[in-house]
């Protein structure tokens, strides 16, 4: 089997990226594996201090077949730092493992991002292995399901696949039907669409989003695991897009032996698992917020 590289994109995280990266070097293929590390630059005066710190620790690591740690001498941002790193490793592998800095593996992650590439190299309809699932019920599932949907919290691909990714927003919006959308959307659970529309109004900068609208518009299928390879550490408020609110957590998977399966088709179960976890966490939010208001209310006739 021929391992992938993996990318890895780091910014001024130091705690982050150093789980992240002893989590990684506890797998089962890593001494086995390239690791290319691309380090974005400070955006601003308040940002050098930690991205220094960052660079000292990732050009000290070791436990990899070979690390390769690439400076950016300006600041790129999350989005094209990853657009252009991962196009230009996977030009040259022909596959590629992504993985950014608030993403702690599961000793596993490694062998089944691998095994799926060998697996599903040849099957055209599958563009995307997601080392990362929602917190559902498994109850019934096979150890990996196909859907829709893309997650990018670890992540493969393959250069046939890629090839075909443009950031284009203008153009995603142009070929997008009302029915595209709600499909897009999974079928009105969760508005994945808005982010295609905040990239428009210059409110955010992501690339993820374009990634699943080329996946979609292509019939292509994700496949994940049923339990989760990774868990995002980030939901401290420490990243780009992602604030304390976001829960989405679970065990991190042990499971050695993944079998992985040959019926392309969307998993309908477990898009409705999804689907229930979008909207139980809207319902979840609203309960917050009323029981936020409530507290300032009640607080307000206390003083008076």
Not at 28 to 33: D, F, G, P, V, Y
Not at 136 to 159: H, K, P, Q, Y
Not at 217 to 227: D, E, F, I, M, R
Not at 237 to 257: I, M, P, Q, R, W
Request: with cysteine; glycine share 4%.
């Amino acid at each position: 089997m021929t391992l992938a590289p993996i990318v890895f994109f780091v910014y001024n995280r130091p705690w982050h990226t150093q789980k992240t990266v002893e989590a990684l070097q506890k797998n089962e293929l890593a001494k086995e594996s390239e690791l290319f590390i691309f380090s974005d630059a400070a955006k601003n005066e308040d940002a050098v201090e930690k991205v220094n710190e960052v660079r000292r620790y990732i050009k000290a690591i070791d436990g990899f077949k070979k690390i390769t740690v690439i400076e950016r001498e300006k600041n790129w941002g999350l989005a094209d730092s990853i657009i252009d790193g991962v196009t230009k490793i996977i030009n040259e592998y022909g596959r590629i493992i992504v993985l950014e800095d608030d993403l702690v593996t599961s000793p596993y992650f490694l062998k089944f991002m691998n095994e799926a590439l060998e697996f599903y190299k040849n099957e055209k309809k599958v563009w995307h292995i997601s080392g990362w699932n929602y917190p559902i019920e498994s109850d019934g599932f096979e150890d990996v399901f196909f859907w829709r949907l893309m997650n990018c919290w670890g992540w493969a691909t393959w250069a046939d696949r890629w090839q075909y990714y443009k950031k284009d927003i203008e153009e995603t919006i142009n070929t997008f039907s009302q029915k595209d959308i709600n499909r897009f959307n999974i079928d009105g659970a969760e508005d994945f669409w808005s982010q295609v529309l905040s990239n428009k109004e210059g409110k955010i900068n992501t690339w993820a989003i374009f990634w699943y609208a080329t996946i979609f518009k292509q019939k292509g299928l994700c496949l994940n695991p049923t339990q989760t390879f990774v868990e995002n550490i980030g939901h401290d408020a420490s990243g780009v897009h992602c604030g304390e609110s976001c829960s989405f957590s679970s065990d991190l998977s042990l499971n050695k032996h993944i079998k992985l399966t040959d019926r392309f088709e969307e998993n309908e179960i477990a898009v409705k698992r999804i689907q229930d976890f979008y909207k139980s966490q809207k319902k979840s939010f609203f309960v917050r917020v009323i029981n936020k208001l409530s507290r300032i209310l009640i607080g307000k006739n206390l003083i008076k």
